[in-house]
């Protein structure tokens, strides 16, 4: 899968993911909203935000299924 349609479609794929497949998206989105709020030239506040709503919602699928604790 492209990256594109990674982003685009990520709140609809969510629930079609395996627990690694989401554990490795919130691993990602973690990882991103740390960069966009990282103090320097790629500082964006609004990717950032993005970045943890992504975050947010792969850990609420992980909770729905029972699995709160990370991989």
Same mark, same amino acid.
């Given at each position: 899968?492209? =990256?594109?349609?990674?982003? #685009?479609?990520?709140?609809?794929?969510?629930? /079609?993911?395996?627990?690694?497949?989401?554990? &490795?998206? =919130?691993?990602?989105?973690?990882?991103?909203? &740390? *960069?966009?709020?990282? *103090? /320097? #030239? /790629? *500082?964006?506040?609004?990717?950032?935000? &993005?970045?943890?709503?992504?975050? *947010?919602?792969? &850990?609420?699928?992980?909770? !729905? !299924?029972?699995?709160?604790?990370?991989?």
């Amino acid at each position: 899968m492209s =990256r594109w349609k990674l982003y #685009a479609h990520w709140y609809a794929d969510l629930p /079609g993911l395996s627990v690694e497949q989401l554990r &490795e998206r =919130r691993a990602l989105a973690a990882q991103r909203a &740390e *960069r966009a709020a990282a *103090r /320097g #030239a /790629g *500082r964006s506040p609004k990717a950032a935000r &993005e970045w943890r709503e992504k975050l *947010r919602a792969v &850990e609420d699928e992980l909770l !729905r !299924r029972g699995v709160d604790q990370p991989g």
